[in-house]
């Protein structure tokens, strides 16, 4: 049988959550599916992430049962980030090159829009057909959450080739209608389809053991209505105004339990929480695997979603929102983010904000109290049910086949 070669171009860690939870699964089920393709993996390897000489072998070994041969680049940053990328860039432009001359791969794809620039241009110097999974305006975010000014070079040039590498790819997966409209009022020649960051539901559920684990470790009694907020503070996600609502809902409820799983640092989260007045015993500072998040997930009744509702954001498709529900989580969003929104209040699964502040706090509080205080069995049937539809991976799994048969 003749081999379809097909490069997978990604710029994070091969054990980035990101990649694991959202590529990974796509590209193991196009492989099973389809035995002619044969996937050659391009991932830039963060200190992060980093991973023992056993996990590295591993990892090597679990991948290339699924017929995926990894190629661990080094990931850099820091002083002179121009110099750094641009080396990245002619690292992954050689290897992309050795692959293409040596086992005749005839097809690019890459994740998100960072990677995509990258791989565009890979495409075009050495004739391979494009396609960018997660396609979403990650220059539009970061200008409109102040992470970088719109007279930067680094907007700049990112805004450009996100908009040349999508009117110009052979094809493009994005995980909103919001998204999908404006491809087709900018006339883009790609194939555009809708693959949204998908959680597999077979993995991710409520977990009886893990609820009673994670509160046992952290001394959450049995009855104690728990508040979880899962990710990271600032940059594109809110920082200061995380603590602030903690607090108006800790005044209105002041038996609440704020639970913190972030990989950013205890001292920057704690110092928040301090300057806001919150009681040390209200809440607690952790991070969690990924194979774990379902556990902590578990252990809460109510979820948090810290993303702005900024005009850009509708554009996102964040995987929180599919592992709260179908975890059975019920949660509170912002106005306007990806298409968590809509599904909070068509299926009457969480709550909406316009933004995190004191006045909206308090006005839609009742609400979170509604749901902590419904049954907790039908409740979180309903949030899985509504999860599965939005975001379970069995329905999306099919649209990455139809794309990957066309590489």
């Known amino acids: 049988m003749k081999k379809r070669h097909v490069i997978v171009y990604v710029y994070n860690s091969c054990n980035d959550p990101l990649f694991k939870a959202v590529m990974l699964p796509c590209l193991r089920y196009a492989t099973q599916q389809q035995p002619d393709l044969q996937l050659h993996l391009i991932t830039y390897e963060q200190v992060e992430y980093a991973l023992s000489p056993a996990q590295t072998a591993q990892m090597h070994a679990d991948l290339g049962a699924d017929r995926i041969?990894?190629?661990?680049?080094?990931?850099?940053?820091?002083?002179?980030?121009?110099?750094?990328k641009a080396y990245d860039l002619l690292l992954g432009l050689l290897l992309?090159?050795?692959?293409?001359?040596?086992?005749?791969?005839?097809?690019?794809t890459?994740?998100?829009?960072?990677?995509?620039?990258?791989?565009?241009?890979?495409?075009?110097?050495?004739g391979l057909r494009y396609y960018v999974f997660q396609y979403e305006p990650h220059s539009e975010f970061m200008r409109d959450c102040n992470v970088w000014p719109e007279t930067s070079l680094a907007y700049r040039g990112l805004h450009y080739m996100e908009r040349v590498s999508g009117m110009n790819a052979d094809i493009l997966s994005t995980g909103?209608?919001?998204?999908?409209?404006?491809?087709?009022?900018?006339?883009?020649?790609?194939?555009?389809y809708k693959l949204p960051s998908c959680v597999n539901e077979t993995k991710i559920y409520f977990r009886p053991d893990g609820r009673q684990r994670v509160r046992e470790k952290y001394g959450i009694p049995?009855?104690?209505?728990?508040?979880?907020?899962?990710?990271?503070?600032?940059?594109?996600?809110?920082?200061?105004?995380?603590?602030?609502?903690f607090k108006t809902f800790h005044r209105l409820n002041p038996n609440l339990f704020f639970l913190i799983v972030s990989p950013?640092?205890?001292?920057?989260?704690?110092?928040?929480?301090?300057?806001?007045?919150?009681?040390?015993?209200?809440?607690?500072?952790?991070?969690?695997?990924?194979?774990?998040?379902?556990?902590?997930?578990?252990?809460?009744?109510?979820?948090?979603?810290?993303?702005?509702?900024?005009?850009?954001?509708k554009f996102r498709s964040p995987i929180k929102v599919g592992e709260y529900?179908?975890?059975?989580?019920?949660?509170?969003?912002?106005?306007?983010?990806?298409?968590?929104?809509?599904?909070?209040?068509?299926?009457?699964?969480?709550?909406?904000v316009s933004a995190f502040n004191q006045a909206e706090a308090e006005r839609v509080y009742p609400q979170v109290e509604a749901f902590l205080r419904a049954?907790?069995?039908?409740?979180?049937?309903?949030?899985r049910q509504a999860g599965i539809v939005y975001r379970g991976m069995s329905q999306f799994l099919p649209t990455a086949d139809v794309i990957f048969a066309q590489l």
């Open 69 to 84: 041969q990894w190629y661990p680049l080094q990931w850099h940053s820091g002083r002179f980030k121009l110099l750094k």
């Open 375 to 383: 049954e907790k069995a039908p409740l979180r049937h309903k949030c």
């Open 110 to 126: 890459a994740l998100g829009t960072v990677a995509g620039s990258f791989a565009f241009i890979m495409a075009k110097l050495v």
């Open 176 to 192: 909103t209608v919001h998204m999908m409209r404006r491809m087709e009022e900018w006339g883009t020649k790609a194939k555009v």
């Open 264 to 313: 950013d640092t205890p001292a920057h989260i704690a110092g928040l929480m301090q300057a806001e007045a919150l009681p040390e015993t209200c809440y607690t500072i952790t991070r969690s695997p990924y194979e774990q998040v379902q556990d902590y997930i578990s252990a809460a009744d109510f979820g948090v979603v810290a993303v702005p509702s900024f005009p850009s954001q």
């Open 96 to 108: 992309v090159i050795r692959l293409r001359l040596g086992d005749g791969a005839r097809s690019i």
């Open 325 to 352: 529900l179908c975890c059975g989580l019920p949660y509170l969003v912002c106005a306007g983010v990806s298409e968590d929104d809509l599904v909070a209040e068509k299926y009457g699964v969480g709550v909406v």
């Open 222 to 245: 049995a009855d104690k209505q728990v508040i979880l907020y899962l990710g990271k503070f600032g940059g594109i996600y809110y920082d200061r105004e995380i603590a602030a609502l």
